[in-house]
């Protein structure tokens, strides 16, 4: 996959998931296949000044970046899982970072990249149902990745999305943002037991069966 190819996979694979995990702040990145050196990356909020003291001196505290993973995996990692050293904890503290999640990415022909999701404090820790459908979503994103690569066209549900109607669409909107039946029957003036049919609809024509299913197949797909 080419650099521009993967800027865009990034930003797709953000959004995305942003939606249902909300977070503010992501550093996407190129290593060498040995993983000694970061030397590229693609970042959104955070200063020139954090990615560069962090590119310079702070990867090597870094207990989840791949060099310094104690298991030298390709999954999924999270920071408070791990041990954190002082000068990393500090470098966190003054960069307002109270959490984060790990993805790799490995391509055939061995080139590695990662993507940092990252928690500010305001944001709060990531919750285990956050983890969980972020670990579905991973395992989506590596498939589809692999079908870029492979200049196959990877499988959509925008097609499926195009067959809802404008109040259904509204209403998938806001189940993505993750509000309640109630609240969405509060914001689009409408009664419950309606939201309640939409949602059945939107079930139907999605082929899903459960709201979990719905994120998952809008959000990596």
Request: some cysteine; proline content about 3%; glycine content about 2%.
């Amino acid at each position: 996959m080419k650099y521009n190819q993967w800027v865009s996979f990034v930003d797709h694979f953000v959004f995305s998931i942003s939606k249902a995990v909300p977070f503010t702040r992501f550093f996407a990145y190129e290593v060498t296949p040995d993983a000694q050196q970061i030397y590229a990356y693609h970042s959104r909020n955070l200063s020139e000044h954090a990615i560069e003291d962090y590119l310079q001196n702070m990867y090597e505290y870094d207990p989840v970046y791949i060099k310094n993973n104690s298991v030298h995996s390709m999954e999924m990692a999270h920071l408070l899982k791990n041990e954190i050293p002082d000068p990393y904890q500090d470098f966190l503290h003054s960069n307002k970072v109270i959490d984060n999640i790990e993805l790799f990415f490995k391509e055939e022909q061995g080139s590695i990249r990662g993507i940092s999701l990252i928690r500010s404090l305001d944001e709060g820790h990531f919750s285990d149902q956050e983890i969980t459908i972020l670990d579905s979503c991973y395992s989506l994103a590596k498939f589809q990745m692999k079908s870029v690569e492979n200049h196959d066209e990877p499988a959509s549900s925008q097609c499926l999305v195009n067959d809802l109607t404008n109040k259904e669409r509204k209403v998938l909107d806001l189940v993505l943002k993750g509000k309640k039946n109630q609240d969405i029957a509060n914001e689009m003036f409408i009664s419950l037991a309606t939201v309640k049919t939409h949602i059945q609809h939107i079930f139907q024509k999605m082929m899903v069966t459960n709201r979990q299913e719905l994120i998952l197949k809008t959000f990596c797909s």
